[in-house]
Structures are given as structure tokens and as C-alpha cells.
């Protein structure tokens, strides 16, 4: 039953699976948010934790960083350990002028640089967007806890360091609120095993004021979002 990259039995992923890209933030929303947290994973130290949240099921496992990261986990947790949900919850850098640091995006559709889609769909654009009851969740749960969230596409890209910034500019003309590095390749292995899939995002650095967050802020402002995130694994 092991894969390559997950060591888990049978049975101990919960059909909803949060997914940071960081390890310790994987450690950090187990520890922290879920009930009777126990270790299921840790192959290469990417570790996998399922527990309960409010009485149901929710695992939670990091994917590391980018795009060919990502789609080797979601590929194993939904074809080989049947997650049938999949939440990133992630950090990106905003495009856009009126979206600050510590804002949380849900990233409806990701365009990219990345060639995964295409491969994957024949030379084809691939239309990756996020799931839209678990969408709608979301925004429904960020509501109720009183989260600001701003609905929209992102830029998913295999390069952290672009070689010209004017990619991101180029991007926020074309409608991206912010820039990452995964969500397009998981929409792309959602769509091809049949899973539902959304990306939830704080932004952590404003790439056109070149601000950044500190990292205990950036922990304050990520369990927003883990809090939303887990309101709409259980509600969706
Ligand atoms: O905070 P995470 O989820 O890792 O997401 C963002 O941070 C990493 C880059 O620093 C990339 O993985 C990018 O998508
Ligand atoms: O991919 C990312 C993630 C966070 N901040 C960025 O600028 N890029």
C-alpha cells in the first residue's frame, strides 16, 4: 500500500485533506486545530497528521514547493489513499495595489507558466479552477468568522525568482490578485482524478511594494485562514 512518497496504511488519511506547502505548518495546524492528532507519514519529513475537527475526519499533509511537488501528493492521497478533498492552504504575493499583506485570498482559477496542463490535456489549455461548492464554502465560512477574503484568480508559477518582475505586472493586468506556485498543478490532477480541490491563500509579500511579512506574523495571519479552511473541509 505505501507509495513512493507516503508510507500511510490504508484507511489513515481522512477524506479531507489540508495541505500547506511547509511541513512544520502541517505540524503546526495538527498540533494546533485538530483533535487526537496522530502522525500517519513522514517520508523525506514531509509529514502527514490525521485527526478530528468539530467530531469529523481531517487529515493534514504538506506538498512541498511547486508545482511537480504538489502533483506527486494530491496524485497519491486521491488515487491511492482516496482523498476525495484536497485544500492548499498556502502564502503568495500579491499583484494587486489594493490587496495588503495579510489578506486572504481564494484562488477561483490559476493561470500559469507551467507546462503541466498542457501535457496532461494533449497540447490543450486546461481550465483549472478550484471546486465551486467548496468555493462557495469557503466565502460562506469566512463570513461567519468574520475573515475578509477576496475571490479571484492567481498566477501559478514555477519560478519564485522571476528573472522580470514585469510578469507580475502582466499578470495583475489580466485580472491576478496575487502570484504562487502550486495551484494550477493542483486543479490539473483534481480534474484528471476526479477530486475537488481549492486553494486558499494568505498573502505574505506585496511583490509592487516589495513588503513582507515577519514570520511570526505570517503565522498569525496563516490560522486565519487554516480556520476557514477547516470550516469549509467540514461544512462542503
Ligand atoms: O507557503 P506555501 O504553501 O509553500 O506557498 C508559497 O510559498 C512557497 C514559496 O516560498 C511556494 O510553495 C509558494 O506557492
Ligand atoms: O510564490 C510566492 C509565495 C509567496 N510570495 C511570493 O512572492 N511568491
Known sequence: MPTPHISAAPGDFAPVCLMPGDPRRARHVAETFLDDARLVTDVRSMEGFTGTYEGRPVSVMAHGMGVPSVSIYATELVRDYGVGTLVRIGSCGSVQPDLDLRSVVVALGASTDSGVNRTRFGGHDLAAVADFALARAAVDAADALGVAVRV????????????????????????????EMEAAGLYGVAAEHGARALTLLTVSDHLL???HLSSDDRQRSFDDMV???LATAVAA
Open 152 to 179: 479571484g484568480t492567481v498566477f501559478t508559477s514555477d519560478l519564485f525568482y522571476a528573472p522580470d518582475p514585469a510578469i507580475n505586472e502582466l499578470a495583475a493586468r489580466l485580472g491576478a490578485l496575487a502570484v
Open 209 to 211: 511594494d516589495d513588503a
Open 227 to 229: 480556520r476557514v479552511a
